[in-house]
């Protein structure tokens, strides 16, 4: 699983720019510690199988 350590990095970049939204994928999953981060950090999670499931899961969650 991604660690909380990439959300991490994440929000900081995230940080430094100020997006309106901000996405981080993980293939295959996020690890536990990382989801409860992001949740806190209001950065969404796509968790995908690979990396064509996680194309389609981003572009359904940019059109919301």
């Not at 720019?17 to 996405?23: D, N, T």
């Not at 949740?39 to 690979?50: C, K, S, V, W």
Request: proline letters at 5%.
């Amino acid at each position: 699983p991604v660690s909380e350590q990439s959300v991490i990095a994440l929000f900081a970049k995230i940080f430094d720019v100020s997006p309106q939204r901000a996405f981080l994928i993980a293939i295959p999953r996020v690890s536990d510690n990382g989801k409860k981060m992001a949740e806190l950090y209001n950065i969404r999670l796509i968790e995908a199988r690979d990396q064509k499931e996680a194309v389609k899961s981003l572009a359904m969650m940019i059109k919301k």
